[in-house]
């Protein structure tokens, strides 16, 4: 055997095997094949990391076993290496790809010359894009000849390095990241303590690159020909998510899900890239954790036929629905199905009209909900009164008012039923009280049924109602003397012309004179119902009208006198009414005609009557 080479140059931690060989050729004006031979080795078994060539090399160089043989990336299964305390597969790891950094091998190569150019094994691994020491890009050399020319490091500097000058002189910086110190850590020192620990190079590489890309909604040219810096960034963007533990990548599928750009969101669409290279790596064993985890999230954020499979298994039950499936089992209408859960969950409809997935307990619930609201005509049917009436009763807030459209209305079908239940409760009659039906009642005192209806729910006609004959409503009958004392019509909204006619105790033609010159404000105002727009006197200006002057009908109740005989009486004494541009409007000046603001006329007329 021969004896050890005393001259060999020393190994350097992390330095490959056929690198060593290499530059020690290069010290002795050889190539590393003739080495090899006049060594007692066979320089293509060296490359390949064959155990007996490490041997011998170790013999012969003193040069540790151990070492050479962790940074000599022995192949592990087909297409599978270790490197360092890692492992990779070709997808992250090439050993016949010449990589390196321009800045480490040139300053090497002018101070020490080509025995003194080192491989570092790490340079191979395609998960990192920077040197650690220059913070530069790697790059890769031409290839050679053949792969085992490739393996001759520094014959291969020493052919390319004029280029390599070049690539010192431009090379392109790169910010160090998380995702780099994590690859390298795992090269030098093996598994971490993280849900990551089984996962080889080629799977953190790939995972991290595919969900930065994802998640960076910038990213529009080829994945394959982006920058090292931009591939860098992605990586270290996607790694941030995996490295936080299953939380964080949930949370990360989650703001993919947020962030789809398609008019209906899909697992496969939202993840992009990254779904692409899980799709093909699941049923790799050290990716069951991030594959059950991608699983449950699809389960549970997207729509999933039983039947569709998703990395391999089928979900165990359905949790969301299409619009189209939803449409189906609910019986509703697409559009009117966005919008009753809108209504429900409080949502803008614009907002509510862009969904496109429903949970199964939302058309349950939908359903529910639909079934607990009645139509303003069916509950006329119940109330025994008309549609108009029951519009009525909503726009004073005895029965609530539910709009899923913008112009229908609905009301929950428990406030109706509610309201029979208190009809049924009243008494069957009232001893010694005159009663009358409501309608006729209603009818003959000018009163509005939504009034009295309102006056009962507030209790303000406690003791005045009984029960009858009759369907619904119509079987209560009120007290004659009910609403003796009380202003049937009150001065608490806007009022339409008919009503301020009523209500200031004038026709309507002297309410529109009053209205066209001033006297009283006209305001529009949307009916809900119709999307009409419908006239009102505004009660604020009803309230500075009557502060100022009264009607001759006013004036008749105050004093129980018959208007016309008022009117003659006033006209001899020479009142004067207001002037509408030559219209006779019975209105006067408060002053003018009421006791005890400064009316001579109304006080000589009060005192008439009272010594009569």
């Not at 009208?545 to 105050?558: D, K, N, P, S």
């Amino acid at each position: 055997m021969n004896a050890p080479l005393v001259l060999a140059l020393p190994l350097i931690e992390g330095e490959t095997p056929y690198g060593y060989v290499s530059r020690n050729a290069q010290r002795h004006h050889t190539t590393p094949r003739d080495f090899c031979t006049d060594m007692g080795m066979r320089w293509p078994f060296l490359c390949s990391a064959h155990p007996d060539q490490l041997e011998r090399l170790s013999w012969i160089t003193g040069a540790p076993l151990e070492t050479l043989t962790r940074w000599s990336a022995p192949k592990s299964d087909i297409g599978r290496y270790r490197v360092g305390q890692a492992f990779s597969t070709t997808g992250a790891f090439r050993r016949t790809a010449t990589r390196l950094c321009p800045r480490c091998v040139v300053s090497a190569l002018e101070a020490r010359g080509p025995a003194g150019v080192v491989q570092m094994l790490e340079w191979s691994v395609l998960a990192l894009y920077r040197c650690p020491r220059h913070g530069c890009a790697l790059i890769t050399l031409p290839p050679a000849k053949n792969s085992h020319a490739t393996y001759d490091f520094a014959g291969q500097v020493l052919r390319h390095a004029e280029l390599l000058r070049r690539a010192r002189c431009r090379a392109t910086p790169i910010a160090g990241t998380r995702y780099e110190a994590y690859v390298r850590r795992r090269i030098w020192e093996g598994p971490q303590d993280d849900w990551l620990r089984t996962w080889d190079l080629t799977h953190i590489h790939r995972a991290s690159f595919t969900l930065g890309a994802a998640l960076n909604t910038e990213v529009s040219a080829s994945l394959l020909h982006m920058p090292a810096a931009e591939q860098s960034a992605l990586c270290d963007t996607g790694f941030a998510a995996l490295s936080g533990g299953p939380d964080a990548y949930r949370s990360a599928l989650e703001k993919l899900r947020a962030q789809s750009r398609f008019e209906r969101p899909y697992y496969s669409a939202d993840m992009g890239p990254f779904y692409h290279w899980l799709r093909e790596a699941y049923a790799d064993a050290a990716l069951h954790e991030l594959t059950d985890v991608t699983r449950q999230h699809v389960f549970a954020t997207y729509p999933t036929p039983m039947d569709k499979e998703v990395f391999g298994k089928k979900p165990d039950k359905e949790i969301w629905l299409t619009m189209e499936d939803a449409r189906k089992r609910s019986g509703f209408g697409a559009v009117f199905l966005k919008r009753l859960l809108g209504h429900m969950q409080g949502v803008p409809e614009g907002e509510a009209l862009k969904r496109t997935d429903v949970h199964v307990d939302e058309v349950a619930q939908a359903r529910a909900y639909w079934n607990s609201l009645i139509n303003l005509k069916d509950a006329a049917g119940l109330l025994g009164i008309l549609p108009q009436q029951v519009k009525a009763l909503q726009n004073r807030d005895v029965l609530s008012t539910v709009r899923i459209t913008s112009s229908l209305r609905y009301l929950l079908r428990d406030e109706v039923k509610a309201l029979l239940a208190q009809l049924d409760a009243l008494p069957e009659w009232l001893p010694g009280k005159s009663v009358m039906p409501l309608k006729a009642f209603c009818r003959t005192k000018g009163v509005p049924l939504a009034q009295v209806i309102d006056l009962w729910a507030q209790g303000d006609l406690d003791g005045k109602l009984c029960r009858g004959d009759g369907a619904g409503l119509q079987a209560m009958e009120v007290d004659w003397d009910a609403l003796c004392g009380k202003s049937l019509l009150q001065l608490d909204r806007d009022l339409m012309l008919p009503e301020t006619a009523s209500y200031l105790k004038i026709g309507l033609g002297s309410i529109r004179h009053l209205r066209d010159h001033g006297y009283l404000c006209q305001v529009q105002r949307r009916n809900p119902d119709t999307n009409h727009r419908k006239s009102y006197i505004s009660r604020a200006s009803i309230a500075g009208f009557e502060a100022t002057y009264v009607t001759l009908g006013q004036l008749a109740a105050l004093g129980n006198i018959a208007p016309i005989h008022l009117a003659r009486r006033l006209d001899r004494e020479l009142v004067r009414p207001l002037s509408c541009g030559g219209k006779l409007v019975r209105v006067y000046k408060r002053g003018d005609v009421l006791p005890g603001e400064q009316g001579p006329q109304m006080q000589h007329h009060h005192k008439e009557r009272e010594d009569a």
